[in-house]
């Protein structure tokens, strides 16, 4: 039978393959439906209000039914939607439709995250970037797939109907072996708590997770750009600069969770924030474009254990007595750094408008290295809670 981590780490997978598939096909779908960009970004926009939408109201979803639930309802959602996509026959209905796939994509993430908390408190150790690497390689195979349909010239429609077959018959390989919701007693239930809003913890780690989406958005919107811009090289090959950002988001992931575990959160957070932001700066200022590959490069391995250890850390934040709970407080911080995805690739127009592009990297950069003086502030603020906690008992 497939264990809980073998199950989880494969509904990471599905949810980095369903953006995978629609992601590379928006020119097609463009194309389809003679979108102009302008139109065409709002109606992609629908995709991030209903990701925003879904964290939060998952916590309270999956604290009631489960995590094991959620997940199989947002990604069957996933499935009856994603089709739709391929087959909208105008832009309005498109960003109906996106709507609705973020809504799935939003929902799956929290459970996903809740899922992987608990299969960490089991284990007694740290293993959330590994499952975040299930993400990113899930993203990887998808986007390699997206684009062999679109070089034997699939409609997207096709295309996404084939996808959802794999990804069905994934979910139920897997299936079995998602972990099922703890029972709770009666004093875990009546147990007051504190609302995420009000507990500084939460919102330095929201702040981790916020400025690691940042960059992250940055650089997978105007990474090329930049290139062409700054370097003067071609689309072709400016492309490949995000490129080179996933895979080293993806290999390092899969050594995140020893480096956390051998380190601690706090220090590898740190690390990572520091290597991130040198990354992106040497990316906008160093005007030798192998350079810029390297220094997104950093930027992917820096990055690559920010925003799992921020969720891990939160639901650790929120657990009870009985091992149980961290549904909300994973919800909150994911709600806020989806704000990051939604906001940061205008930000990062505007500031390129009354600047340059290679000024908005830099600040870019340094919101990245931000992440280190917000984790050494949410290790602190934690070690005062637990203390605080001790003392009322």
Same mark, same amino acid.
């Given at each position: 039978?497939?264990?809980?981590?073998?199950?989880?780490?494969?509904?990471?997978?599905?949810?980095?393959?369903?953006?995978?598939?629609?992601?590379?096909?928006?020119?097609? =779908?463009?194309?389809?439906?003679?979108?102009?960009?302008?139109?065409?970004?709002?109606?992609?926009? %629908?995709?991030?209000?209903?990701?925003? #939408?879904?964290?939060?109201?998952? %916590? !309270?979803?999956?604290? @009631?039914? %489960?995590?094991?639930?959620?997940?199989?309802?947002?990604?069957?959602?996933?499935?009856?939607?994603?089709?739709?996509?391929?087959?909208?026959?105008?832009?309005?209905?498109?960003?109906?439709?996106?709507?609705?796939?973020?809504?799935?994509?939003?929902?799956?993430?929290?459970?996903?995250?809740?899922?992987?908390? +608990?299969?960490? !408190? @089991?284990?007694?150790?740290?293993?959330?970037?590994?499952?975040?690497?299930?993400?990113?390689?899930?993203?990887?195979?998808?986007?390699?797939?997206?684009?062999?349909?679109?070089?034997?010239?699939?409609?997207?429609?096709?295309?996404?109907?084939?996808?959802?077959?794999?990804? #069905?018959?994934?979910?139920?390989?897997? #299936?079995?072996?998602?972990?099922?919701?703890?029972? !709770?007693?009666?004093?875990?239930?009546?147990?007051?708590?504190?609302?995420?809003?009000?507990?500084?913890?939460?919102?330095?780690?929201? /702040?981790?997770? *916020?400025?690691?989406?940042?960059?992250? +958005?940055?650089?997978?919107?105007?990474?090329?750009? *930049?290139?062409?811009?700054?370097?003067?090289?071609?689309? %072709?090959?400016? /492309?490949?600069?995000?490129?080179?950002?996933?895979?080293?988001?993806?290999?390092?992931? =899969? +050594?995140?969770?020893?480096?956390?575990?051998?380190?601690?959160?706090?220090?590898?957070?740190?690390?990572?924030?520091?290597?991130?932001?040198?990354?992106?700066?040497?990316?906008?200022?160093?005007?030798?474009? /192998?350079?810029?590959?390297?220094?997104?490069?950093?930027?992917?391995?820096? *990055?690559?254990?920010?925003?799992?250890?921020?969720?891990?850390?939160? +639901? /650790?934040?929120?657990?009870?007595?009985?091992?149980?709970?961290?549904?909300?407080?994973?919800?909150?911080?994911?709600?806020?750094?989806?704000?990051?995805? =939604?906001?940061?690739?205008?930000?990062?127009?505007?500031?390129?408008?009354?600047?340059?592009?290679?000024?908005?990297?830099?600040?870019?950069?340094?919101?990245?290295? #931000?992440?280190?003086?917000?984790?050494?502030?949410?290790?602190?603020?934690?070690?005062?809670?637990?203390?605080?906690?001790?003392?009322?008992?």
């Amino acid at each position: 039978m497939i264990g809980d981590r073998v199950a989880v780490f494969v509904v990471f997978g599905i949810n980095g393959a369903v953006y995978g598939s629609w992601a590379p096909r928006v020119p097609a =779908l463009a194309e389809r439906l003679h979108a102009a960009p302008g139109s065409l970004g709002l109606a992609l926009l %629908g995709s991030s209000i209903g990701m925003v #939408l879904a964290a939060s109201m998952s %916590g !309270r979803f999956v604290e @009631r039914f %489960g995590a094991r639930t959620a997940m199989v309802a947002a990604t069957l959602l996933s499935c009856v939607v994603l089709p739709f996509v391929g087959a909208a026959s105008s832009v309005l209905a498109l960003g109906f439709v996106m709507f609705g796939l973020g809504f799935s994509v939003g929902a799956l993430d929290v459970s996903m995250n809740i899922g992987a908390v +608990g299969v960490e !408190r @089991r284990a007694g150790r740290a293993l959330m970037p590994l499952f975040h690497a299930g993400f990113s390689f899930g993203g990887l195979i998808a986007s390699a797939a997206a684009g062999l349909a679109a070089a034997h010239s699939w409609s997207p429609f096709r295309h996404f109907l084939v996808a959802v077959v794999v990804i #069905l018959v994934a979910l139920l390989v897997v #299936l079995p072996g998602l972990p099922r919701a703890a029972p !709770r007693t009666e004093e875990t239930h009546a147990k007051s708590r504190v609302a995420p809003i009000r507990r500084p913890v939460l919102w330095l780690l929201a /702040a981790i997770a *916020l400025c690691s989406a940042i960059a992250e +958005g940055a650089s997978s919107d105007w990474s090329a750009l *930049l290139l062409v811009t700054v370097q003067h090289i071609d689309q %072709g090959a400016a /492309a490949l600069a995000f490129t080179g950002f996933s895979l080293t988001m993806a290999v390092t992931r =899969l +050594g995140g969770a020893w480096v956390q575990n051998r380190f601690g959160p706090a220090r590898t957070l740190a690390a990572g924030a520091i290597l991130a932001g040198v990354g992106l700066v040497v990316a906008a200022v160093v005007p030798v474009a /192998a350079f810029a590959y390297a220094g997104f490069g950093l930027a992917g391995a820096g *990055l690559a254990a920010s925003f799992p250890i921020a969720l891990s850390l939160a +639901g /650790a934040a929120g657990k009870r007595d009985d091992d149980s709970g961290g549904e909300r407080e994973i919800a909150f911080v994911t709600t806020i750094a989806y704000s990051g995805f =939604l906001a940061g690739p205008p930000v990062v127009g505007g500031v390129a408008q009354l600047t340059s592009l290679s000024v908005s990297f830099v600040v870019v950069g340094l919101l990245a290295a #931000l992440i280190a003086p917000a984790a050494v502030a949410a290790g602190r603020a934690r070690h005062r809670e637990v203390t605080a906690a001790g003392n009322v008992r």
